[in-house]
């Protein structure tokens, strides 16, 4: 949509955009700029039109986003990149939902995409990588803060050596407090040129209430007339498809897979009162961790049945 296109400028100019044909300052995507500048830049370098920018990196950032998570499983699982592929493929049918909504979020596909890579930084223990992705994914939206919360789950949780629980739940308190702080300055810096800074910076504080005034409203609509095109059907899809594979199959599922699942179900908790529900977007990070498990599940199965079959002499 035209103005979609227009909003991304509109953030890299500090103007006002627009949403739903309305004049909007945009407030809470003002810490978003990866994908904006990039645009900016592809337009002036390539001499395109901004709209035709927009679609080349939209084009670019999915495959990225795919890319990443087929990398995230290859690594992570030690199988072959033909096994990542798949996996990739199955990532891009579970996110589809995640898009039907009245208006385009262009920083989607790079908000899976830099998670994936938060995840993967975070099983191999790489701490300035994942220190400058949580920053740089800050720049594309404020989700990237969760990554702390999967660093936290693999090198905090079970440690053993109390001294070196609080070593790391500081670690992550530490930089999930300056990732935030981060975003509120760089939503100020960039907020609408004589616009309201300070209600960029405290935007988000305000969806507690929005939580009880909109979201209830909204589930208790969908129970009394349930239908498939909307958004609760696929979240409760997400939820139940997760939570029976899970209580099936969790003996297959490794000490540090298991981590990840209660990591992807806290984000999500975290999430919820803060966000509106329906826009299934807001759930990418957990679903980059659920797919990494569903995939992990599925390699497990495949290995036992291919045992069974060498032990079997088939």
């Not at 953030?11 to 627009?18: D, E, H, M, P, S």
């Not at 960039?190 to 929005?210: C, D, W």
């Not at 961790?289 to 036992?304: G, M, P, Q, R």
């Amino acid at each position: 949509m035209p103005e979609v296109v227009e909003g991304q400028a509109a953030i890299v100019n500090r103007t006002v955009g627009q949403l739903g044909g309305k004049p909007d300052e945009m407030l809470n995507w003002r810490n978003r700029i990866l994908v904006p500048y990039a645009i900016a830049i592809v337009s002036k370098t390539a001499g395109i039109k901004q709209s035709q920018a927009y679609l080349l990196v939209r084009w670019a950032s999915g495959s990225f986003a795919l890319a990443c998570f087929a990398l995230l499983v290859t690594r992570a699982t030690g199988t072959s990149y033909w096994i990542g592929s798949a996996a990739a493929l199955l990532h891009e049918i579970t996110l589809l939902p995640t898009f039907f909504h009245i208006y385009e979020i262009p920083s989607d596909f790079t908000d899976s995409a830099i998670f994936s890579l938060l995840i993967l930084a975070a099983l191999r223990g790489r701490r300035y990588a994942f220190t400058l992705l949580i920053f740089i994914g800050a720049l594309n939206r404020e989700s990237a803060v969760f990554g702390v919360v999967v660093w936290w789950f693999l090198h905090a949780l079970g440690q053993r050596d109390r001294k070196n629980f609080f070593k790391e739940s500081a670690w992550c308190f530490g930089w999930g407090l300056a990732c935030a702080v981060f975003v509120f300055l760089v939503r100020a810096a960039n907020s609408p040129i004589g616009g309201h800074a300070r209600s960029s910076v405290l935007e988000n504080f305000a969806y507690p209430r929005h939580f009880t005034e909109q979201n209830l409203h909204e589930v208790w609509m969908f129970i009394s007339h349930p239908n498939y095109s909307n958004s609760y059907f696929y979240l409760a899809a997400y939820v139940l498809v997760m939570a029976l594979l899970l209580c099936n199959e969790w003996p297959l599922v490794p000490s540090w897979a298991r981590r990840l699942t209660i990591a992807a179900a806290l984000i999500f908790l975290i999430s919820s009162p803060t966000n509106h529900i329906a826009e299934l977007r807001m759930y990418i990070p957990s679903l980059v961790l659920c797919n990494l498990v569903i995939v992990t599940v599925a390699i497990s199965k495949l290995n036992l049945v291919n045992r069974r079959a060498v032990s079997s002499g088939d």
